[in-house]
């Protein structure tokens, strides 16, 4: 199973997110859900590293399947928020679709 972890602030504003695991709904090469989660995370950070120019911090494990992406600087630029709520949707539906075998998404308050 893959969770993702978004960590916010009290008011709402995006402080990290880690996601873990691997989705198992199918083989390595074959797996949708993985492939889906994956485009969508690297993409992120991608468009925030490249496009946006964010402060971040980013550390992996291709091995466990890990992603880790920080924000080193408050409060994020718009840009950075409408990606972050872009992400948000993006792995909800995918949570929503797949279910709690292959996808979890919460949220923690930091």
């Known amino acids: 199973m893959t969770k993702i972890t978004i960590y916010r602030t009290r008011s709402g504003e995006y402080q990290k997110f880690i996601c873990d695991g691997h989705s198992g709904y199918a083989e390595r090469g074959n797996d949708i859900v993985c492939a889906a989660i994956s485009a969508l995370v690297i993409n992120t950070v991608n468009s925030l590293e490249e496009i946006v120019k964010e402060p971040i911090q980013v550390e992996t494990d291709e091995a466990a ?41 919460t949220f923690e308050e930091v």
Do not use: E, N
């Not at 992603?67 to 928020?81: D, E, H, M």
């Open 65 to 105: 399947g890990r992603i880790s992406c920080s924000f080193l600087k408050q409060p994020l630029q718009k840009s950075s928020v409408v990606l972050m709520d872009s992400l948000t949707l993006g792995l909800s539906r995918i949570a929503a679709q797949y279910g709690k075998k292959h996808c979890k998404l």
